[in-house]
């Protein structure tokens, strides 16, 4: 009686585990760079442009944050912080940038070292960062013939930028609230008056609106320090930003 040998020959044998053990190799290779490329962080480096589009108003040097949504830095009718209150009354933006770095959404801070731009004038910092898709930006800066205001833009989506791709936007002005707006010559930090700066105590309104503009010595504010040319009409800035890697 013949018995059937179900067993693969010697030679058919050897093929079979070689042909396993290659593909074994081959699926733990694969495996191998796919947890490389989840481990391996995109870097992205931003530049962010504010442009000066104001008749007569310098804009002091710029707060930037790039955060995850998470972080707010002024939100329309709420009181503002400490630190933008400084910025917004003396255009220090350093008190604005410590606060941010605190806050654990906020993934990169910094600020602009060339002092105060002027009208048509235009300031640009780059920022570094890990990449994600949910990153949001915002920036603020002071314009210095004002006793409380300030431009920017806050929560501005910048993570789907694609490198080499730019995104802009137009800015208003807004009245951090903590200051009246008396226009005085010892109430405003700029070169129109010279005055004071930041100064801690808050008026009685304490709170973020859009501002409604200065009035002037032009208009009749026998007591300002300002006249015409220091007046704006709606948006103050045009930001841009562009990945550029």
Known sequence: MRHLNNSPSPTRFAKYVTTAC????????????????????????YDITVY???????????????HEPGYQ???????VSSGLETLA??????????????????????????????PGSS???SITV?????????????????NDAFTGVTNWDIGGLAVG???????????????????????IPGPAAGGEGFNAARETLNRLTIHSGVVTADDGLTTSALDESHRWLGQAAKVIVTRMQ
């Open 22 to 45: 290659l593909s074994a190799a081959l699926l733990t290779l694969s495996a191998c760079f796919h947890d490389d490329d989840d481990d391996m962080t995109t870097q992205a480096i």
């Open 89 to 118: 009354e003396s255009g220090d933006p350093s008190a604005f940038i410590t606060e941010a770095d605190a806050n654990t959404d906020v993934v990169a801070t910094t600020s602009s070292s060339n002092g105060p731009f002027g």
């Open 52 to 66: 000066n589009l104001t008749n007569g108003q310098p804009f002091t040097p710029l707060g930037v944050v790039i």
């Open 165 to 187: 791709e730019s995104s802009s936007t137009m800015s208003y002005v807004f009245d951090a609230g903590t200051e009246a707006n008396t226009e005085t010559m010892g109430t």
């Open 130 to 146: 890990d990449h994600s898709s949910t990153l949001q930006l915002s920036v603020a800066s002071m314009l210095a013939n004002t």
């Open 73 to 79: 830095a002024w939100q329309l009718g709420s009181a």
């Open 123 to 125: 300031e640009t910092v």
